[in-house]
């Protein structure tokens, strides 16, 4: 029985679905709504409820820095601007109640956003990017990546690959993992090899935002809505291995000689007072409007309470600890600056509703979002599996991807959110909600106190502060340890990933592990430079992932791409002019007076070197044309200079690398389309141009697993990429597996004849047996090759065919054409396709053997 979830592949097992975990029969998911936040919901119970609900109401993360954040002796380095929060360039509004602009958005317009992917009203439609003029300020939008880091990942293996639907055998060697091969220098790596002055990143980016949970990609089981009251904890303790001080993070509280730790004192190494016990018991009205029902979780900043508000419906609210002082003055200082956070509003983010006083106590006053953190739901597959069982890849990106927008808002409004990890996350039906506000901060505050939680935050953030690049850094490490048993995340691997090869699912899904690599860059400028940017390379990495796991035949479906065109199937597939070409800017300078620009390619170039002015966009199509010019020196020139004026400019190493194609230098061409996998890991077009480099130089299992990769995931590649499977895998005389990716190609491809064509010149060249060379000649009538050269091939078949059988002895039952395979059918039928090549050789000189060989390889006849 098939699953009727939407987007879901899966087949009902047991009663529920093997891949989106739907039990048979349910309705699918509503998308569009959100968590409740009034009167608690019913049918939530047990252990799992309590659970999820702790964890919803967010554990503030362990205090780290404290103050400016500042290195000693002068203030933090600016963080990267972020941008305004007005429309962007190229944006629409939609009216409310108005259907959502975004692709593959099914919302509506509510309240100023779309209900299902958070996109305000007034920023529909956004642009993909805007990449900035060489020596000047990218403006918004700029599609450069960053820069070593997943290219110079350490160690890498293949990415496994499935034995199925035709893709070949399964390649597991470490020789075929892509990040293995040199990487050409880019970004910051750049900016310190060649003494560039711009060492720092400052563009932004405007990308689509995200979709529903999933994004009709992959599917996501709902989680249901926890009654509040039952996700109360009985008895609220902090166990004494979880104590440690508030303010250097030694351990406090512990039992000595079978005694128990106290929950109250002051710590032995800094004398700063710590409590565990709760502030607050059931019954306490704060600021005369608050009833306390108990406790929830605990916190870095104490306990999480659950409350009525009595002025409002007795909904339900959370009272998280903000500032415990005996200094009134400080207290109200502390309150006022955090009020800013009422201003947010984004239906993805848990809203703030109050800040209030209690005994010389500050409390945020916010939402109750009745769901499932992530880290509770880890905990439940603990539990059920009886050992650590991460989410699978898909599942983890498609939480990301729904969460990412709101990061956007945050960030779009000058703010950072500083402590994300899995517990800041909660799932409710089929839509996830950012909680606990408490570590916002400004992006321009260098006074306030960083929190954050070890293993997740930022290495840079003690020096130089927070950041959008320090957010994305937590966004990659959460990324890890929801899909993988990420051991020593706090302590070998505080900074770092382990390497790629020993960790399986890195090995498994390669672009997956380039992805995470650049999040979480050491060099902050070497990460996304926003999280829209992260989402567009996740949504391409989400569908690649999806592929491999379904892991059957070709794709059929087109993806489409921000960033590049469609390749060109051609008559030679290999040829780098067949490549995806860069998709132009459309909010570059001169990108109308571009649509001018025409004629020849020599014509072209002489426009292109005297432009009305220079801007980007004018320099890359300098650098493409003088490359179908001819004219490398000029090409390759361009690229040097764009990279001098920004070594983050991944579009110049991508010439680079068509240039290192153009001259046969394969090995350089890998470089350069190895360092541009690693800028956008989503991308399929440097995967297919890393396999083209790799297939000249060598590399087989490289080059192989990187045109699965791209046949796998959208049908526009699959010509290409099944042209060079079948070339590689008849190289080594994997026949079938040849046979295959020829089949790849469907009838309605434009590639369709020539991969004919391939196919049955395989079969004929290859001869393993009559059947074969039957299949050869019936294939011929699909090709569109010219009469002289199908005239070949057949000639060639029935060689082959004639010497089978006078081998092997009659073949009755096959035939090849009109004729038997027998030794009397194959010479008929070679006679008479020498007969048509002569007729089709024009060289006398030619023509008369082709006759003379026709007239001895006739039968015999009986007069």
Not at 55 to 67: K, P
Not at 206 to 225: F, H, M, S
Not at 333 to 351: D, G, M, N
Not at 577 to 601: I, K
Request: with cysteine.
């Amino acid at each position: 029985m098939t699953c009727t979830q939407p987007g879901c592949t899966g087949t009902i097992v047991d009663g529920y679905c093997d891949v989106c975990g739907m039990a048979a029969g349910s309705a699918p998911p509503v998308t569009g709504t959100h968590a409740a936040t009034a009167a608690p919901a019913t049918g939530a119970a047990g252990a799992a409820g309590a659970a999820g609900a702790a964890g919803a109401a967010g554990a503030a993360g362990t205090r780290i820095g404290v103050g400016s954040g500042s290195a000693p002796g002068g203030p933090a380095a600016p963080s990267r601007p972020t941008p305004s929060g007005s429309t962007p360039h190229g944006s629409t509004t939609v009216p409310e109640g108005g259907a959502c602009r975004q692709p593959g958005c099914t919302g509506t317009i509510d309240a100023g956003y779309c209900d299902v992917c958070g996109t305000p009203a007034d920023q529909q439609g956004v642009a993909a990017y805007a990449p900035a003029t060489p020596g000047t300020a990218a403006s918004p939008g700029h599609p450069r990546g960053a820069g070593s880091s997943a290219a110079d990942g350490g160690g890498a293996t293949a990415a496994t690959q499935a034995t199925t639907g035709g893709m070949g055998p399964e390649i597991s060697t470490r020789s075929a993992a892509s990040s293995n091969l040199a990487s050409a220098a880019l970004g910051s790596k750049r900016a310190r090899e060649s003494g560039s002055v711009a060492t720092r990143r400052t563009s932004g980016s405007q990308r689509l935002r995200a979709a529903r949970l999933g994004g009709g990609i992959t599917t996501v089981r709902p989680a249901p809505e926890i009654d509040a009251e039952k996700a109360l904890l009985a008895d609220p303790s902090v166990p004494e291995n979880k104590r440690y001080c508030p303010k250097c993070g030694e351990p406090v509280g512990r039992g000595r000689d079978g005694r128990p730790g106290r929950t109250t004192g002051f710590c032995p190494k800094c004398r700063h007072p710590f409590s565990f016990d709760p502030k607050l018991r059931a019954g306490d009205l704060v600021a005369g409007q608050y009833e306390v029902a108990g406790c929830l979780a605990h916190g870095g900043l104490g306990w999480i309470y659950l409350a009525r508000d009595k002025n409002v419906s007795d909904r339900w609210v959370v009272l998280k600890g903000l500032l415990n002082s005996a200094d009134p003055d400080a207290l109200a200082a502390a309150i006022a600056e955090q009020r800013f956070l009422a201003q947010v509003s984004h239906p993805s983010i848990v809203e703030i509703y109050n800040f209030v006083t209690h005994d010389d106590a500050g409390y945020i006053v916010m939402e109750y979002v009745g769901g499932t953190s992530l880290k509770s739901i880890l905990k439940q597959r603990l539990q059920a599996a009886g050992r650590y069982d991460p989410l699978p890849v898909d599942q983890a990106l498609a939480y990301i991807l729904e969460i990412l927008p709101s990061f956007q808002y945050l960030h779009d409004l000058g703010l950072v959110y500083c402590d994300f990890k899995p517990d800041n996350i909660i799932q409710v039906g089929d839509e996830v909600k950012l909680i606990d506000l408490g570590g916002v901060r400004r992006a321009d505050d260098d006074d306030s106190a960083i929190f954050g939680t070890v293993g997740y935050q930022a290495p840079e953030v003690a020096e130089l502060g927070v950041s959008v690049g320090s957010d994305i850094y937590t966004i990659g490490r959460t990324l890890v340890v929801l899909t993988m048993e990420f051991r020593g995340y706090q302590t070998t691997y505080l900074n770092t990933l382990p390497a790629q090869d020993t960790v399986p699912v890195f090995q498994r899904y390669d672009s997956f592990y380039r992805l995470v690599a650049k999040a979480c860059a050491p060099n902050r400028d070497d990460r996304f430079v926003s999280a829209d940017e992260l989402r567009s390379q996740m949504v391409g990495v989400l569908r690649e992932v999806v592929a491999l796991d379904r892991g059957s035949g070709a794709a059929t479906t087109t993806v489409g791409s921000l960033l590049f065109d469609v390749p060109t199937p051609g008559v030679e597939p290999d040829d780098w002019r067949n490549l995806p070409t860069l998709r132009r800017d459309p909010h570059d300078a001169l990108v109308g007076w571009l649509q001018t620009v025409s004629g020849t390619p020599d014509e072209r170039l002489d426009r292109l070197m005297n432009p009305p002015k220079t801007s980007t966009e004018v320099l890359l199509e300098r650098a493409r044309t003088a490359l179908d010019a001819g004219k490398r020196d000029i090409a390759e020139a361009t690229a040097t200079a764009l990279l001098a004026a920004d070594p983050w400019e991944w579009r110049a190493v991508w010439i680079q690398g068509l240039a290192a194609l153009e001259r046969g230098d394969s090995r350089a061409a890998q470089a350069a389309f190895n360092a541009v996998y690693g800028q956008v890991p989503g991308e399929l077009a440097p995967k297919l141009a890393l396999a083209q480099a790799s297939e000249q130089a060598g590399d087989g299992p490289v080059a192989e697993n990187l045109y699965i990769a791209c046949a796998r995931t959208d049908a526009t590649y699959v010509p290409m990429a099944a042209f060079g499977l079948a070339r590689i895998r008849a190289g080594r005389a994997d026949i079938d597996g040849a046979v295959a990716a020829y089949r790849l190609v469907p009838p309605q491809s434009s590639a369709y004849r020539t991969a004919r064509a391939g196919l049955a010149e395989l079969l004929a060249r290859a001869n393993r047996g009559l059947p074969d060379l039957a299949e050869a000649l019936r294939t011929l009538d699909d090709t569109s090759m010219s009469a002289r050269r199908r005239a070949e091939l057949t000639t060639l078949i029935y060689r082959e065919a004639l010497v089978t059988v006078e081998k092997s002895g009659n073949k009755a039952d096959v035939r090849l054409g009109p004729w038997k395979g027998t030794p009397h059918g194959m010479r008929l039928g070679l006679e008479e396709a020498l007969r048509e090549l002569a007729r089709r050789t024009p060289d006398l000189s030619e023509r008369v053997p082709l006759v003379d060989e026709a007239n001895a390889v006739r039968p015999w006849s009986l007069w």
